[in-house]
């Protein structure tokens, strides 16, 4: 079998650091395992336009491995020039880089390592909460330059504690971010999914579900976006809902950009309306140099927690999805059965319910 990973490029931190499993160097540690069982491996960091080696070789790849950290985006039109395509791996969590809806038709399988890295983003999240409503990044900007002015920076700066925080999206990071708020005694803890949790689980972390979503943005103090990405949440953070944001809301997403338009996430910034956007999620990736969100600054000079998609990918991750990777391809590879939950699309059909109601 030919079996493709497009990986990002680690350069010489990759070359010292050899935990850093997910780059084109260390190649998810799976060279050896793949050619000693007479398999075809070939990693790159080549994605886009036709003259990509993933575009290249994509037409004769049986089993296909992609991080959404780099994503290597599978089209439809890619779908139909890849004729041998049997399997795409995720390695990591998220799979909207595939054309899911192409995947269902052509009956290609596509397996994540689901909670590979659920515990490092939702720790992410928490830090990114805690850097906005404190005020972080411009205290620490201040002190880098040699300042010292207190009162520039306690301006904007609050508790988190008797906060109103809401979760868009309660799976498996929604939830771990709202089991690890509970001890910061918010206000409330919401949510809006249309997955509802079970009561046991809603009493563990004390948190009410609000079925409507401008109602549950007006709520908020602080909201945090961990839902997929699909149909349904695509641009789902819009000019519109924003205004139904109470004014000087802050906003964290880690779970991918494009579920937020950018130019009208970067305007209520600059306006006010948003008092601090972080995240680590952009929808190009990597970022082009004006992206708005690597520049956009609230009207005090801060609200600004972006940086680059590394939030699922700590070491401690890395580990956990290149070991999560070679269980599902031995699995392929000697007909045993995929952990269920790992299976976003089966054969043709979706297994997840979390890519939209339908
Ligand atoms: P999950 O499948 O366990 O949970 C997703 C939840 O979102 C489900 O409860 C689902 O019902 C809900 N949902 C789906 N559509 C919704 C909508 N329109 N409105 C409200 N809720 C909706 O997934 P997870 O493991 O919690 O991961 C969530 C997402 O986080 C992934 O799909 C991925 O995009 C992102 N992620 C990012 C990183 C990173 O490094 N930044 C790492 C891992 C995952």
Known sequence: MKVLAVLYNG??????EPRLLGTVENELGLRQY?????????VTSSKDGPDSDFHKHIVNTDILITT??????????????AKHLKLCITAGVGSDHIDLNAAVEKQVQVIEVSGSNVVSVAEHVIMSILLLVRNFVPAHEMIERGDWQVSEIARNAFDLEGKVVGTIGAGRIGYRVLQRLVPFECKELLYYDYAPLSPEREKEVGARRIED??????????ITINAPLHEGTRHLINKDLLQHFKKGAWLVNTARGAICNAE????????????????????VQPAPKDHPWRYM???????????PHYSGSTLDAQLRYARGTRAILENFLTGKAQEPGNIIVGLGKYETKAYGQR
């Open 68 to 81: 959404p950290f780099h994503p290597g985006y599978l089209t439809r039109t890619l779908f139909n020039e």
């Open 11 to 16: 350069f010489q931190a990759a070359k010292e």
């Open 264 to 283: 009208d996430v970067a305007a209520a910034v600059k306006s006010g309306q948003l008092n601090g956007y972080a995240g680590d999620v952009w929808n």
């Open 297 to 307: 600054k609230n009207p005090l000079g801060g609200g600004n927690g972006m940086v």
């Open 34 to 42: 793949l050619e000693s069982q007479g398999h075809e491996y070939i």
């Open 213 to 222: 979503l401008k109602e549950f943005a007006s709520k908020c103090d602080l």
